[in-house]
């Protein structure tokens, strides 16, 4: 079966902070993609980052960025130097390579940063 | 920039009466989802459209939901009757097909049955 967890249900920083949010998987595929949204007040969900179950390799882009390490099945996302208009709920989801498209999203993390 | 449209952002409606969100797809996207997302959890999946045909309606409760795609273009969902427990946002999205799972959602239909 297929599941993810984001074991924090809430996260408050100040400002200028680093904080990391935390996302376990399972499944039992060799072939998976896994994503980050975030999902501010106004409700839609951003799209963040995609990274196929090949590649490893870390990534940032600005203040965020994402370690995936296959080894303990965890997908983890790091903000440096929050800011306020960070403050949202950050999902990360999972796609079965045979699911075709069905996204199994964790609970959710919902970040506050203050000023 | 191209975005998936949805409408209406809320909808009050009373337990037992009938209920229909829309959406409209990013130009060009074949696969089309509704999620619907109980508040403080993650969306679920209800239904997943490839053009007009439906992949995956296994979480549908069918007896009061539908949706439909008819052209493979927009669509819409429907709930009749309406129950307490359906208060939720309901969020579509599209992507460009199965083959690239990169989905774009729309801004919800926040649904609150009383």
């Known amino acids: 079966a297929q599941k993810v967890t984001q074991a924090q249900t809430e996260i408050s920083v100040v400002e200028k902070e680093d904080v990391t949010l935390d996302c376990v998987y399972e499944?039992?595929?060799?072939?998976?993609?896994l994503f980050w949204y975030k999902q501010p007040p106004s409700g839609e969900l951003v799209f963040l980052i995609r990274?196929?179950?090949?590649?490893?390799q870390n990534e940032i882009s600005g203040r965020y960025s994402w370690n995936f390490q296959k080894s303990t099945s965890s997908f983890n996302f790091t903000i440096t130097a929050s800011q306020v208009v960070d403050s949202a709920v950050y999902f990360c989801?999972?796609?079965?390579?045979?699911?075709?498209?069905?996204?199994?999203f964790g609970q959710g993390t919902e970040l506050s940063v203050k000023p | 920039e191209a975005e998936v449209a949805q409408s209406p952002r809320y909808k009050i409606t009373e337990k037992s009466q009938a209920v229909a969100f829309w959406c409209d797809p990013i130009?060009?996207?074949?696969?089309l989802y509704w999620y619907r997302q109980i508040l403080g959890q993650g969306p679920e999946l209800l239904v997943q459209?490839?053009?007009?045909?439906?992949?995956?309606d296994s979480q549908l409760p069918k007896d009061r939901f539908s949706a439909e795609r008819l052209k493979g273009v927009d669509s819409t969902l429907k709930i009749q009757p309406a129950e307490l427990g359906d208060s939720a946002m309901y969020l579509c999205a599209s992507s460009l097909d199965v083959n690239n799972p990169e989905a774009f959602f729309g801004q919800g239909t926040r649904l609150t049955v009383v």
């Open positions: 499944t039992r595929d060799t072939t998976y993609y």
């Open positions: 989801a999972l796609i079965q390579n045979n699911q075709g498209g069905k996204l199994i």
């Open positions: 990274r196929n179950s090949f590649d490893e």
């Open positions: 459209f490839q053009d007009e045909s439906v992949v995956d």
């Open positions: 130009s060009g996207h074949a696969t």
